[in-house]
């Protein structure tokens, strides 16, 4: 079966630069979650997006940004990239409609972001 | 404010034995549960789900769960434990419909020969 697809898998940036993640959710599903997981912690909510609308907002500094687009592929922005956003960022999408809702989830295998 | 809470960091226990992961939640409703599981620099793996229904949930590898509405858990069981279960285990609780989910700090476990 199809899983969420996250790219790339490992990302090394410098501090002060931008990184772009991408995730590609699973065929049909409509919402996008994007989640980041510092080293020793647990995952942490930043944004979510429901039929390319932004749904949900959590804990996402004002250098990120995410949209979805038509295809209902997501991707996160972040600028002026800091030592502290070295983490390992997860993707998840749900399909609203089916029988689950926003809650049947299935995450991707993460991008590691490693800022030097 | 909601909040999920795992009260034990680190636990071990010796290959065979039983185990069993604590789980807190704090929500103004019944939230939907979940229990992942994380190898070292691994994905999330989902190991079981509670929506509604039957309180005791049996989800992958051997493990099952049991929703205690009067003590807001939603502890995790396996009657015999592997070495391959040694990995970092995460509560998840979600509540309305966005979907977002507020994990538990995790339980690292160690499975001792």
């Known amino acids: 079966a199809a899983g969420v697809i996250q790219s790339p898998r490992h990302l090394i940036k410098e501090k002060r630069e931008t990184a772009t993640l991408k995730c590609y959710p699973i065929p049909r599903h409509d919402t996008v979650y994007w989640y980041q997981q510092g080293p020793g912690q647990d995952p942490q909510f930043l944004i979510s997006?429901?039929?390319?609308?932004?749904?949900d907002k959590g804990s996402i500094p004002d250098r990120f940004s995410a949209q979805q687009f038509s295809d209902y592929h997501s991707e996160l922005n972040m600028s002026s990239l800091e030592l502290g956003d070295s983490a390992l960022y997860f993707c998840a999408s749900s399909a609203r409609s089916s029988g689950q809702g926003a809650y049947g989830y299935t995450f991707g295998s993460g991008t590691r972001l490693t800022v030097v | 404010a909601q909040s999920v809470t795992q009260p034990d960091i680190h636990i071990t226990v010796s290959e065979g034995a039983s185990l069993e992961l604590r789980c807190n939640y704090s929500?103004?409703?019944?939230?939907?549960l979940f229990w992942y599981v994380q190898s070292p620099g691994q994905g999330l793996q989902l190991l079981l789900k509670y929506f509604s229904g039957d309180t005791l949930v049996q989800g992958i590898k051997g493990f099952e769960a049991e929703f205690k509405r009067s003590q807001s858990s939603f502890n995790l069981r396996k009657p015999s434990v592997h070495w391959s279960d040694a990995a970092e285990y995460f509560c998840a609780a979600g509540a309305g419909s966005q979907g977002n989910l507020i994990f538990g700090k995790g339980t690292k476990l160690s499975v001792k020969p």
């Open positions: 997006f429901y039929e390319k609308m932004q749904s």
């Open positions: 929500y103004g409703a019944t939230p939907y």
